[in-house]
């Protein structure tokens, strides 16, 4: 499978645990994108990556939030003290350039924090 | 303001029927670009189209065809001949900055179901 995967794809937890998401985009691609969908709305950009650095991030992402791409490679995202209110999709996307080629994502991460 | 606008939530046809999604944008810059995505059930988006802001050529692919109209600020899509596997949420979305991040801007979605 070449396409970009996203580990796990479920998760549930209790209020004040800390998750992390896994992403792995496809090879090739340097952009990592990661954003955040809630029951009935589109996605929400929450940050993005060009190789290992983070060059832009959403102040959708609270400081209980952290993302990191070590060597350019997968991507995981952290959450600590996790919130009701942060369940949710959580999806991540690759691309070259998102514009001239359109962006991949995966099949994302749904997070149920009881 | 960037924005992208579905005003159609939910749309219910039976299998065969054409049907039109709209999506209008709002965007100040003048070199954007335009999507729309599938999202099955499955829940992964699936990539269906892009299109720049210099090209207003309309694109038929198989059933599916995309109307950009830069005068109206609308990227719609139809689908002819409708068939279940269609069912999904579709999702236009803008890239209305091409430096930088390249981030994408949704709209809320449209719920097809297509009806046998």
């Known amino acids: 499978d070449t396409g970009v995967s996203q580990d796990p794809r479920h998760k549930i937890t209790k209020r004040g645990q800390n998750v992390t998401f896994r992403c792995d985009p496809i090879?090739?691609?340097?952009?990592l994108y990661w954003y955040r969908q809630t029951l009935g709305q589109g996605p929400e950009f929450l940050t993005y990556?060009?190789?290992?650095?983070?060059?832009?991030k959403s102040r959708l992402l609270s400081d209980r939030f952290s993302a990191e791409r070590p060597k350019g490679s997968f991507s995981t995202l952290e959450i600590q003290r996790t919130e009701q209110g942060d369940s949710a999709m959580y999806l991540c996307a690759s691309s070259l350039d998102a514009g001239r080629e359109g962006c991949y994502f995966g099949p994302g991460t749904r997070l149920t924090v009881l | 303001a960037q924005k992208v606008t579905q005003a159609q939530t939910e749309i219910s046809v039976v299998e065969k029927e054409d049907v039109t999604l709209d999506c209008v944008y709002e965007?100040?810059?003048?070199?954007?670009?335009l999507f729309w995505y599938k999202q099955p059930p499955s829940g992964e988006l699936v990539f269906l189209i892009r299109r720049n802001s210099f090209d207003e050529q309309n694109e038929i692919s198989g059933r599916y065809s995309w109307n950009f109209q830069k005068s109206t600020s609308s990227f719609n899509f139809t689908i002819t001949a409708s068939q279940v596997v269609d069912s999904a949420v579709y999702f236009c979305a803008l890239i209305p900055v091409i430096q930088g991040a390249q981030k994408l801007v949704f709209g809320q979605g449209t719920r097809l179901t297509i009806n046998p």
């Open positions: 965007t100040r810059d003048t070199t954007y670009y």
């Open positions: 990556f060009q190789n290992e650095a983070q060059l832009e």
């Open positions: 090879s090739e691609h340097n952009r």
